[in-house]
């Protein structure tokens, strides 16, 4: 396993890197409170060609990896979590279109989410199916030429702002988790609406909208796979998704670690710069050696499904652990900034409330321990 990077990915970080510098980072609290879609952020992401990192290049993309595509995430988070937020959630309907696709599809749809033109977003979670997956309720009956999908889903990410939708819903509702068939859906197909915008803790500015299926009448030819075989659609995007919120979830723990080192020595109590206490200095190492381990669990998954091997244990050990790091690295940075920490003078406040997020979207920390011991438990009684 080598994290070497190459020439390649090199000139793509670092175009990254000063792109997060001079137009994300000094403009993050902007983009946070202003409460809207940070529209000129996602425009500059697809000018740099970031939007379809591991698309095949005849499809738009750049043909690169997944360990490249998360580099590039942790990046964009450190500097500007919500336009990291929408960068993943976008992935979310590129890689089942990608995986799954007819090649129809993916001149349709794929192409144009890769280069950017249009922004894509995932719907599996429904009121009565967030952890338990296989709950959808949202039916799709097949007439005629059509599909009709009736129902609802909520907390979706770039929600109102997508124009391509990748929908989960079931054709067999007596089959369960076998009956949920996946489908691609476009902004503004009669019948599709959207409906309440949540208002969060944090991400005022990432939309999480509901989707409201009415009669919607979506052609056989955006089914997307095989009918009946939506399950795995939602568990290979998912599996995706948790590198995804892993690779965030380091980006806005490094972002508190890189706010609050500074800090360190600039604030002075009992005549000394406070970073000459034993008490802050292992508080440091421990945000640091945090964020390292996070990061390489999460380069280590991207690595495998790079490589085509089993990632999904790995992607759930990434993001179960880098999610709670984030949580940790963040409230020990409000901890060093003490008061002002709890003010929104400094960015840690926002840190530390957007990374709870992580802790439980694409499936709870619980989850992930499931997920988790349900792959320990087999592999080792072999």
């Known amino acids: ?15 990254v890197k000063e792109f997060c510098d001079e137009d994300l980072a000094p403009k993050a609290q902007e983009t946070d409170e202003a409460g809207i879609w940070p529209a000129e952020n996602v425009k500059k992401l697809a000018e740099l060609d970031l939007m379809g990192i591991p698309v095949p290049e005849e499809y738009g993309g750049l043909g690169m990896d997944f360990l490249t595509w998360s580099a590039v995430g942790e990046e964009l988070s450190r500097s500007c979590t919500t336009t990291g937020a929408v960068y993943g959630a976008h992935v979310l309907a590129v890689v089942p279109i990608m995986m799954f696709g007819s090649d129809e599809q993916k ?9 950017g033109e ?60 076998r009956g949920m068939t996946a489908f691609i859906v476009e902004k503004g197909t009669p019948g599709f609406e959207f409906g309440k915008d949540e208002k969060k803790m944090a991400f005022p500015s990432l939309p999480n909208r509901e989707l409201v299926f009415t009669d919607c009448r979506v052609p056989k030819e955006n089914l997307l796979g095989r009918e009946r075989g939506g399950f795995l659609v939602a568990m290979r ?51 640091a050696t945090e964020v390292d381990c996070a990061r390489l669990l999460t380069w280590r998954a991207a690595w495998l499904k790079d490589q085509n091997k089993p990632f999904e244990k790995e992607a759930a050990m990434a993001k179960v652990y880098a999610s709670e790091v984030a949580m940790r690295t963040t409230t020990k940075a409000v901890q060093i900034f ?22 439980i979207v694409e499936g709870t920390s619980e989850v992930q321990r499931m997920v988790i011991a349900n792959h320990v438990l087999r592999e080792l009684n072999k």
């Open 118 to 177: 249009k922004i894509g977003a995932f719907g599996l979670t429904e009121p009565g199916a967030g952890s338990d997956a296989a709950a959808v309720a949202t039916k799709a009956e097949l007439d005629g030429d059509h599909y009709v999908l009736n129902g609802s889903k909520i907390f979706i990410s770039n929600g109102g702002e997508a124009e391509v939708y990748v929908i989960i819903a079931t054709t067999d509702p007596s089959r369960g988790a």
């Open 237 to 287: 995007t998912l599996g995706v998704g948790r590198i995804g919120m892993a690779t965030g979830a380091v980006g806005v723990a490094r972002a508190a670690l890189e706010a609050a080192v500074p800090y360190t020595h600039q604030r002075q109590q009992f005549g000394q710069p406070i970073s000459n206490f034993q008490a802050i200095q292992f508080m440091v190492a421990d945000m």
């Open 338 to 359: 003490g008061g002002y920490g709890y003010t929104r003078e400094f960015p840690v406040e926002r840190y530390m409330r957007e990374a709870k997020l992580f802790e």
């Open 1 to 15: 396993m080598d994290f070497t990077f190459t020439e390649d990915q090199t000139a793509i970080l670092e175009a």
């Open 107 to 115: 001149q349709k749809y794929l192409k144009p989410l890769a280069t």
